[in-house]
């Protein structure tokens, strides 16, 4: 269930120009967040923003959750001024986390820029469980962009990297770095990234019979099924099940259900 | 401890009495939500009592389930957000099915707000709604900025627009029910007091203003609309006081109550709309924002009566001083 709780900033880093880590205590939200799920936090305490923004767990500990964000607009500028020992208010968890299944045998992350933010808790989520480090695809437009490397490899985790630009790893998109690891039945991908990066990476997955989850990202009014702002269009024909939520229904979809061909790109930040 | 330490105002102990009778409809406090900003109810249930707001008025209705308006539907703009849902709701059945017995059984006080495409679909919905006892009123949008041809900018593009329509779509559905019927104005007129005054005249038992204003954001790197309707309507704090200014407007001319909302976050927000002549309230985006935020106007409210000694809170409606 979630709660409305004032966390206490612990640390807040920028941990390359303009992408940021932050580390909040919050116990309610802590003890039940799971790897996937995201908060809404309270960037301004006037109505500039007006509207919480949603942004994903990056890790949970037992008392308190870290959040990595990339400086966009207002709400991340104002975020980004939170000083360790402010308050600020986060409503969570919400949306549906990574389903973790150990039956599997092979998982590949795949993460497109800041789309990052939310894996290194599905990593440590993944080594519990299942008991082995899943493989990482790190993809971003050029090496600076390129985040928690290090954290996945500190996790036994076999990274590979890609720049758009060739400044670091691969000079390679991320769905063809995918495509070079072969996954296979019996592969689960879990993607997060820009819109078309998740819908190459889906297809090459889909396509070698592997499966694919995708955690998707969109502006939100409440992050919690009411306002109906969030949604994208499914493969559903229905008309009551056509456009499924990012915030409740998800923001975790199997790819097979997003209807890939309906999305309008252009829109795309 | 004295006040003068604390800080906190000296309390009236007397207990004043917010409930209020809105049209023929009976509320334990003036407070409700907006629809569209709340759901069916239930989402918000996790976060407070919801049967102690005055009322909670649905989401739009409609006959057919609607999957609504393309997706990007909404952008955040100063004080306040542009949406273009285009009223994707359950459908009537659904809401029969599943979310008015939630609210019965919680006790809650049901404002049913609905939509159709001509008069005899408003009539069909209120005739299911009370003849199923799933609403204690209704409420017809005759304003939503989001369907038609809103785009166009042609003419008019919602039934409330032009007073006549909304003379005879009340006429309609007044005929079709006994329950109280507020009718829910857009404000994207010229003068708010016209269409008002014919829902008047229809046999409203009240209106309800304001829904959103039209407007538009443009991203200005890829220069196109940031909607993938072009157009939406605009809530939120930014809106607040062309709202104070449409109620302050009616109220002078209308016999019949009118709820108030357009902005309102918290309890003096609420207060603004009573003085300026609305005998109800509804708190709408800023739920999205703070779940209990009506819930927290109700008390606020309170707060205010007791602090001024104001016995009822019908005595703050229209009591601004001019």
């Not at chain 1, 758009?164 to 070079?180: C, P």
């Not at chain 2, 989401?59 to 955040?76: D, I, M, T, Y």
């Not at chain 2, 609420?270 to 109700?298: C, H, K």
Request: charged content about 20%; glycine content about 10%; proline content about 6%.
């Amino acid at each position: 269930m979630p709660h409305i709780v004032n966390c206490e900033v612990l640390t807040h880093r920028e941990l390359a120009p303009g992408q940021f880590r932050v580390a909040l205590q919050g116990p309610a939200i802590a003890s039940e967040a799971k790897a996937g799920q995201f908060g809404m936090i309270e960037v301004a305490r006037g109505y500039y923003p007006f509207l919480r923004r949603p942004m994903c767990f990056e890790r949970i500990l037992a008392d308190a959750f870290t959040v990595l964000y990339k400086l966009e607009g207002e709400g991340t500028r104002l975020l980004s001024a939170f000083l360790p020992g402010q308050m600020i208010s986060v409503q969570g968890p919400l949306g549906n986390g990574f389903p973790i299944e150990s039956n599997l045998t092979r998982h590949i992350i795949v993460a497109g820029g800041i789309g990052v933010a939310t894996f290194p808790g599905l990593a440590e989520a993944l080594i519990k469980v299942c008991d082995t480090a899943p493989e990482v695809v790190l993809a971003a437009r050029t090496k600076d962009l390129l985040l928690c490397e290090q954290d996945f490899r500190e996790m036994g985790c076999k990274v590979h990297l890609a720049t758009d630009d060739g400044s670091a790893g691969e000079k390679a998109y991320a769905s063809q770095v995918l495509e070079r690891l072969s996954p296979a039945p019996g592969t689960r991908v879990y993607a997060c990234g820009p819109m078309i990066m998740m819908r190459e990476t889906s297809r090459v997955a889909l396509e070698a019979g592997a499966e694919c989850l995708v955690s998707l990202e969109a502006q939100m009014a409440c992050g919690d099924g009411v306002c109906l702002g969030c949604v994208v269009e499914s493969k559903h024909e229905s008309e009551g099940e056509r456009m499924i939520r990012v915030c409740c229904d998800g923001p975790v979809f199997d790819a097979r259900m997003v209807d890939w061909e309906a999305h309008n790109f252009a829109y795309d930040p | 401890m004295p006040g003068w330490l604390t800080g906190k105002p000296t309390i009236s102990p007397m207990t004043p009495d917010l409930s209020i009778n809105l049209g023929g409809l009976a509320m334990k406090n003036p407070v409700m939500v907006a629809s569209g900003t709340f759901g069916y109810g239930q989402e918000y249930d996790r976060y407070f009592d919801i049967s102690k707001l005055g009322a909670v008025c649905t989401k739009s209705l409609s006959l057919n389930v609607r999957a609504g308006n393309k997706p990007p539907r909404l952008v955040e703009t100063p004080a306040g957000l542009l949406n273009a849902i285009g009223l994707q709701n359950v459908g009537i059945d659904a809401y029969l099915r599943e979310k008015a017995p939630y609210l019965r059984k919680k006790g809650v006080t049901i404002v049913a707000n609905i939509y159709g495409h001509a008069p005899d679909e408003y009539v069909e919905l209120a005739r299911r709604l009370e003849a199923e006892g799933a609403a204690d009123a209704i409420e017809a949008n005759l304003s939503c900025p989001n369907v038609h041809n809103a785009k166009l900018a042609t003419g008019p593009s919602m039934v409330s627009q032009v007073p006549e329509q909304v003379a005879e779509y009340t006429t309609s559905i007044r005929s079709a029910t006994k329950l109280p019927l507020f009718i829910k104005l857009t404000p994207n007129v010229v003068n708010i007091c016209e269409p008002a005054l014919a829902a008047q005249e229809g046999g409203a038992n009240g209106v309800a203003l304001i829904n959103t204003l039209l407007g538009m954001a443009i991203d200005t790197e890829t220069r196109r609309p940031k909607l993938a309707n072009i157009v939406g309507g605009l809530s939120g704090p930014a809106i607040r006081p062309v709202a104070v200014k449409m109620v302050w407007d009616a109220a002078r001319v209308l016999k019949i109550p009118i709820i108030g909302m357009g902005g309102i976050c918290i309890a003096a927000d609420a207060i603004e709309f009573l003085l300026a002549g609305a005998s109800s309230v509804a708190v709408g985006s800023m739920s999205f924002r703070q779940p209990d935020a009506s819930l927290r106007v109700v008390e606020g409210v309170e707060a205010y009566l007791r602090q001024h000694g104001i016995p009822t809170v019908s005595d703050l409606v229209g009591a601004i001083r001019v």
